[in-house]
Each structure stands twice: as structure tokens, then as C-alpha cells.
């Protein structure tokens, strides 16, 4: 009893400060890339240096998360689940393709036509160098570190579109915002409820490579990630 008792205190201050680090990372990290882009303060250039060294911490502070199996993160089933995935890349396909045709109807398939070795280099190097390490930072090392500190998987869920959503703020425009708010409810669910991070990824990837193909790219594009 008197062990249990002498856990407990050291226990709160744990959770405050993992709370503190939730904030930091999903909250003040972008506002504050994002007003910083917005004065000129950090180069376009710079953007990729910032991307990098959060996806280090993201990895650190996932190391040292008690519980934290890299064999079963690494080895979860790729699709768990077939027909949502389905519903997913058609839903995904005809809903951008008919938003591209409503708000940027010459760009259709701009991308492609007028740059497709750029286009290719894009469909290769995406999934690696942005999807595979936005994974690491709003699903995985959200869930496994501060799933605790949202009342259920729901509200947790929520938190974590928010957050993706929030770090693409930086390329001012609301097409950003939304369609990765969206995008983010879909991949956190995948991620969470499915027990796959291979599955958010997938989704992920799809999502993204239907983006740049069908013209809305652009919203997308700041010279970093």
C-alpha cells in the first residue's frame, strides 16, 4: 500500500509534463512556424530543417514511451480492413476530383500533363520523405504517448486531426486546413482502431497522391515538405 501511495505523486508530475509536451508540439509548434513564415522570419528553405528535427524528437520521445513495441508498430497488418479502405480511395478519388473540377476546372490533371517527371518523383518520394514521418509524429508517437490524456479513443481521434490539420496552418490557405482535417480523422481512426500504423499510411499516401494528380497540388506546395 505504502508503495502504491509513493508511486502515485511522482505519477501527476509525469502527466503534466507530458500534457505540457502535447501543447508544445501540437499546438504551439505550428502556430508558431506558421506566423514565423508569415513575417519572413523562416525561409521557405528552412522549412524541411524544421520537419526534420521534429520528426528526431518525435522518434526520441517514442523510444523512451514505456510500452512502446517497435516490433508490432513495424509489423501491423498493412490493410486490416478491406472495404473501408475501398470506401476510402473511392470516396477520396471522386470527392477531389470533383472539387478540382468545381474550383480549379483547368487545372485538372495539371500536374501530370505539364510536369510528369516531377509528377513521378512525387509519387515515389512522398509516401518516404512525408507521409512515413508525419505517421511517426501525429499518429504514432500521438497514441502511444498521449492517448491518456483525452477522455476516449474518440475525443483522441479528434485530437489528432486537429493537430495534422493544424500542422499544414503554414500554408495559409483553408483548402490545407480542411482537406487535412478530414484526412486526419480518417488516418487516426485507421491508425487507432484498427491497431495498424501500415493502414493510416496507406491511406495516407493514397490521399496525398490523388491530391497532386488531380490538380490541387498547389494548396499544398510551400518548397518544404
Known sequence: MTAVASVAPRAKPLRQWRRVECVLIYLAAPVATTLLVAS??????????????????????????????????????PVPAWRPALVFVVATALGLLALTYVILPRGLFSFPRNAPEMW?????????????????????LFFARYRDLFPNARVAILASAVAFSLAH?????????????????????????????????????????????????????????
Open 120 to 140: 513521378q518523383r512525387v509519387m515515389i518520394f512522398y509516401p518516404l520523405l512525408s507521409v512515413l514521418p508525419q505517421g511517426i509524429i501525429f499518429r504514432a
Open 40 to 77: 519572413g522570419d523562416l525561409a521557405k528553405w528552412e522549412l524541411p530543417s524544421a520537419f526534420l528535427a521534429l520528426f528526431a524528437l518525435s522518434l526520441f520521445l517514442l523510444a523512451i514511451t514505456p510500452g512502446v513495441s517497435w516490433r508490432k508498430l513495424l509489423l501491423s497488418h
Open 169 to 225: 496552418l503554414f500554408f495559409m490557405n483553408p483548402m490545407a486546413v480542411g482537406l487535412t482535417f478530414v484526412g486526419g480523422l480518417v488516418f487516426a481512426w485507421a491508425h487507432e482502431t484498427k491497431g495498424s500504423f501500415w493502414f493510416g499510411n496507406l491511406l495516407h499516401a493514397f490521399g496525398g497522391w490523388t491530391i497532386f494528380t488531380v490538380g490541387l497540388g498547389r494548396y499544398f506546395y510551400h518548397g518544404a515538405i
